[in-house]
Nanobody
């Protein structure tokens, strides 16, 4: 069984920073990619950023230049450094990953709340 556990959410003022972490555990053979999605109240879930095992990254236009995704392959952990946060970044942020156990499957975390407000 594979689990993704997020941490690092919370309340921050506009312009502030937060760092999210997501650790994958269980019977993992390999992780193809890891990523972050978010869903704000009344809106559809949207992609924030992804990173492959080789380090290739992809970002939503709305977060380019402010957010940075990184990963520690040895720890099966992905990070999302969020700087210059805006109120519109408020959402539940959820980690996901494509993992071979050896069967290939997409896994999701439980989500962590990020609130940007003064």
């Amino acid at each position: 069984q594979v689990q993704l556990v997020e941490s690092g959410g919370g309340l921050v003022q506009p312009g502030g920073s937060l760092r999210l972490s997501c650790a994958a555990s269980g019977s993992i053979l390999s992780i193809y990619y890891m990523g972050w999605y978010r869903q704000a109240p009344g809106k559809q879930r949207e992609l924030v950023a992804t990173i492959t095992s080789g380090g290739n990254t992809n970002y939503a236009d709305s977060v380019k230049g402010r957010f940075t995704i990184s990963r520690d392959n040895a720890k099966n952990t992905v990070y999302l450094q969020m700087n210059s946060l805006k109120p519109e970044d408020t959402a539940v942020y959820t980690c996901n990953a494509a993992i071979a156990t050896p069967s290939y499957q997409i896994y999701w975390g439980q989500g962590t709340q990020v609130t940007v407000s003064s």
